[in-house]
């Protein structure tokens, strides 16, 4: 089934919570999922200065923050949430955009983006 939905998931340091909850509350994004996680990226966990001394990876606590959009929303959501995470230092974080078969809302039992 072809829903032309997309699941965007942003990993960034926890102090971006705040920024990034205004920014999505702001584009009028519906729901977000929002889960404490630790990683960590090519910097192995470690500061910018420090990259070329640290040989062991240290898991960082960083948030994991998932969306469900249309698909055709989701190049303007990246945008705004690149623009709300940037400061141009190691660790700003990551976007990944999935492809959805479909979603089912489990109480009513509606598919696609009525589900969303």
């Known amino acids: 089934m072809n829903t032309n939905l997309s699941?965007?998931?942003?990993?960034c340091d926890m102090s971006k919570f705040q920024t990034?909850?205004?920014?999505?509350?702001?584009v009028r994004v519906g729901g977000m999922t929002?889960?404490?996680?630790?990683?960590?990226?090519?910097?192995?966990?470690t500061k910018e200065y420090e990259v070329d001394e640290?040989?062991?990876?240290e898991l960082l606590p960083k948030i994991q923050v998932a969306v469900v959009t249309p698909t055709d929303q989701v190049e303007t959501l990246?945008?705004?949430?690149?623009?709300?995470?940037?400061?141009?230092?190691?660790?700003?974080?990551?976007?990944f955009v999935y492809s959805l078969d479909n979603v089912?809302?489990?109480r009513t039992g509606d598919t696609g983006e009525e589900a969303i």
């Open 78 to 95: 990246t945008n705004v949430i690149q623009k709300a995470l940037y400061t141009g230092h190691i660790g700003d974080g990551k976007i």
């Open 104 to 106: 089912i809302r489990v």
């Open 20 to 26: 990034l909850k205004k920014c999505l509350s702001e």
């Open 34 to 45: 929002f889960t404490q996680v630790l990683g960590c990226g090519v910097e192995k966990g």
């Open 7 to 11: 699941r965007i998931e942003i990993i």
């Open 54 to 57: 640290n040989y062991e990876m």
